[in-house]
């Protein structure tokens, strides 16, 4: 989620002044760049938040293991694309029409989605994974150039991108999920189609048209996303963000009035190229057209195929290590080894930490499902309704005397009906049925016979879908990360901030602290396996502490302690080793797999028999984050020694270079 955009950055940057004209001190162009963010962003978490659901409970029927295998190669090959996408962009396209290739592929992507066959889900995956692969790096490398390379207020710059990130992050489950959980799944995926464009015509309009395209976009968004919504907490989430949307719209629209993206961010380093031909046969233009038609079918069956998209992860990723530590060994200097060692080191941590983390939306979200109590109930059956029938309404909305009748929700799940524990399962199926049942239908409704087996049972009220969870981390973040880069100065002037391996432990161990009280909350579930709304937010605040610790230093330490000449590589071994932990987390995650043997397709069980197996996973995954965590605390001395900071090394000449190769030119 947004966790995992804080791990982009840029390497662009020249001695220049800043591009364009400047508000607060920051060039204008920022704040185009923030919105057409942010919308990628809404697109790109608004399918996210939907896609585990979509599987399972959509068309498609997939059971645990299968949903959990196709999530776990998706999103492993959507943090490996950028690695091509951002070479493709330095040598050939240049970052701004990259940004638009990008963002036209995933627009056709979040379309293609509302295509109900297998094989328009999966070409649909590829094309997002594809576009994401040509869009996420390059427009932070745009963000990157519009200041000079030593510009103080670089730093700063990225923190007001990344809070478009996480804005963008946190409203789309919030509106995406909200619309494709209840009023349908095509309804989601095409509002994430919608605010993709919003993004790329933001990116590439004229200034007034996209002052136009930001206000409307804001005060839209602002306006639109309090009536979404059933339940005090929705509301006050709603309210939060629209009031940061429309205060970020207005100052972008002021920004803008002193000028837009200028024309010459993110252009080709060679435009005469693109219209050359390779071997005097193709264009190199059509060629990039070519491979995209090349690589969308091939990607698609790589997402089908779990374990061929980890083994051919896995030897990339060998390749590059061996690579990196043959690079150390015999062409570096004893400084640039220990620090390369350093960063390989971290970068094993961090891979264990995104692995757990990233269970957010896979297992996380299956349990906030079926096993978080998401339900604000009107009242509660007594014994005075035994021997009474109750009817319940269907449709989460509905007109007339339909809309009169409480909702039928979790608050029923493992209560009987019809002589068997009342199941998510039966609840699709009522949905299912319902959403081709005419307005007069009786399939709309349910009727309950009750019985003093249904004493406590919650009737009416309003629940929250789970898609929505997925906003927690990013609201955190948007609260609490300019809490901690100020608390990281306070400590930082006094001489007490931590060094880089002991924030890293320190992120392992609120990680921890988050999945035990995950584990802790299954421990302490009621009679029917439900578990109280706090633990999850609590688990996700442990969570999101834990990123602030660890996310935002990782890629600043690449970029400190790695030679100059294998920046870009120590770079692309970072993000391909979070392609790794995402690949890692899919396969984590399907040991909460809940499956009933022998059925055609997966039937959930009642929550009281699958809280402990959620329960025993996230204690375990507790253990390991925490004991992760302190081996990191206890080798911390060696790899602070291994930083060897204040040491600035000078690039060998290439007479000089050990090992005795040439050096690479720096990039």
Known sequence: MTTSDSRSTDLAGTNEPALGPTLFGHPTGLFALFFAEMWERFSFYGMKALLMFYMIKGFLKYNDDQAYGVYGAYTALVYTAPFIGGMLADRLLGARRSVIIGGLLMAAGQMLLTVETSIAFFVALSLLICGNGFFKPNISTIVGGLYSKDSPKKDAGFTIFYMGINLGAAMAPIMCGYIGETYGWN?????????????????????????TLI?????????????????????????????????????????????????QAGRPPHPERLGQKIAGVLRYDFAVCLGIIIAVPIVALLV?????????????????????????????????????????????????????????????????????????????????????????????????????????????????HEDRPFTMSDLVRLH?????????????????????????????????????????NPVYIVLLGLVFTALWG?????????????????????????????????????????VGLSFLLLSYLFQTTGELCLSPVGLSMITKLSPARIVSTMMGAWFLGTAMSQFLAGQIAKFTSVLDEGQAEQLIPAPIETVAVYGSVYGRIAIAAAISGLILFVLSPLLKRWEHPGVVVEEPAPHAQPGGFPAQKAE
Request: glycine content about 10%.
């Open 187 to 211: 309804y989601g995926f095409g509002l994430a189609a919608a605010g993709m464009m919003v993004g790329v015509a933001v990116f590439a309009a004229p200034t007034l048209l996209t002052q």
């Open 490 to 530: 306070f400590l930082g002037a006094r001489g007490l901030e931590p060094s880089t391996p002991v924030k890293f432990a320190l992120g392992l161990i609120q990680l921890g602290l988050g999945f035990a009280t995950l584990w802790y909350g299954a421990r302490v579930a009621d009679s029917r396996g439900m």
């Open 215 to 263: 206000a409307a976009g804001a005060l839209g968004g602002a306006i639109a996303m309090p009536f979404l919504q059933d339940s005090f907490l929705q509301l006050l989430a709603r309210l939060f963000l629209g009031t940061a949307l429309a205060t970020a719209g207005l100052v972008a629209v002021v920004a803008l009035h002193r000028g837009g993206l200028p024309h």
């Open 304 to 416: 089908q195929r779990d374990t061929v998209a980890g083994l051919a992860l896995s030897l990339v990723m060998v390749l590059a290590l061996i690579y990196v530590v043959y690079d150390a060994c015999f062409r570096c200097t004893r400084i640039e080894r220990h620090r390369i060692f350093l960063i390989l080191i971290l970068m094993a941590f961090s891979l264990l930490f995104w692995a757990f983390f990233e269970q957010a939306g896979s297992s996380v979200n299956n349990f906030t499902d079926r096993n978080i109590d998401r339900v604000s109930e009107s009242r509660h059956i007594s014994e005075s309704d035994i021997g009474s029938t109750i009817r319940f309404r269907i449709p989460p909305k509905a007109d007339g005397e339909l809309a009169r009748l409480p909702l039928l929700t979790q608050e029923q799940f493992g209560y009987e």
């Open 432 to 472: 299912e049925k319902a959403a081709k049942a005419d307005a007069a239908s009786e399939d709309k409704a349910v009727t309950w016979s009750l019985t003093a087996s249904h004493v406590g049972m919650g009737v009416g009220g309003n629940e929250i879908p789970a898609s929505e969870f997925q906003a927690v």
